[in-house]
């Protein structure tokens, strides 16, 4: 269904081409997209509790985007409802001077989920060819070696068993404006008001330009990329659902047996 939004290796995307309404890609209404949004909503509990059971999969979920695009409310309106045990947030921040003091992937890999468990990384790795890219924190000579790791490390988790999804929650400009000036001008909203919001704003295109690069180079079959039209949240979480649970699906999870002889065991 979402096909048209996942990145194909050696196939490389222009962001310019993905318009950031879901309007333009979805027929019905806000609540046409949020009645087909409940039975997913139902259908990913009953799975991560499935994964969570049989404790043999694990399932990586990236999430990158501009500021305001909507990462933090993807994470709530996706899992709404679905059991926190299992189900972890990993928040990669500016990096604290030990951090920096190993490699770029030092903290990402311990985050990385364990048997039974579901991660979503809020931001990730893919900050030390965004951000740092832009505002130069490291020279290109270093971030542009990062690509091939990141391919190269992401093979080693899928590899290993982890299955990797990756989304690009894509704003437009415009809406990147509006959500600001609400956040700005709305008193429970505003201690997310960043200054520093405004000086990567003014950094946009190159942002875009840093986005479509690591779409475009880190998009594997082990480790897809989608792009995701993030101006309406409700197809937003209506995408992010569907595939996440096509994504379950297709790992063919099963309760383990009962112990032997269950039927047998009284219970006094
Ligand atoms: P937020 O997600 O809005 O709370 O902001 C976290 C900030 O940390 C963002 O501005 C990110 O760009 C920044 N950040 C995350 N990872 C890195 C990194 N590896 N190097 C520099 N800044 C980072
Ligand atoms: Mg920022």
């Given amino acids: ?65 501009m500021d305001t695009s909507g990462k933090d409310g993807t994470i709530r309106g996706v899992f709404k409802g679905v059991n926190p045990q299992g189900v972890n947030v990993a928040n990669f921040k500016v990096p604290t001077p030990k951090e920096l003091s190993h490699d770029y992937l030092w903290r990402v890999h311990q985050q990385t989920p364990g048997k039974g468990e579901i991660k979503i990384f809020n931001r990730s790795h893919y900050e030390d060819v965004l951000v740092v890219r832009v505002h130069s924190l490291a020279p290109e000579e270093r971030w542009s070696k990062r690509y091939h790791h990141i391919r190269e490390f992401e093979r080693l988790l899928a590899d290993e068993g982890t299955t990797i999804i990756k989304f ?22 505003q201690w997310k008001f960043n200054p520093n919001d405004l000086k990567d704003r003014a950094l946009w295109p190159d942002f875009q330009q840093a986005y479509e690069d690591a779409l475009n180079k880190t998009s594997t079959e082990y480790a897809p990329w989608y792009i995701v039209p993030a ?7 209506l995408m992010v659902a569907t595939i996440l649970v096509e994504t379950l699906e297709n790992l063919q999870m099963h309760y383990p047996p009962a112990p032997e002889g269950i039927e047998e065991m009284e219970v006094i």
């Fill in 168 to 189: 690009f929650l894509h704003i437009s400009n415009d809406k990147q404006r509006d959500k600001l000036i609400s956040r700005r001008d709305t008193p429970r909203k």
């Fill in 1 to 65: 269904m979402f096909e048209q939004f996942r990145v194909k290796p050696d196939q490389p995307v222009r962001l310019s081409d993905f318009d950031a309404n879901g309007k333009t890609y979805f027929a019905g209404s806000k609540d046409e997209a949020k009645q087909q949004f409940k039975p997913l909503n139902l259908k990913l509990r009953e799975l991560q509790t499935l994964l969570y059971a049989q404790g043999k999969h694990n399932l990586l979920l990236v999430l990158q985007g």
């Fill in 231 to 237: 101006n309406q949240k409700w197809y937003r979480d």
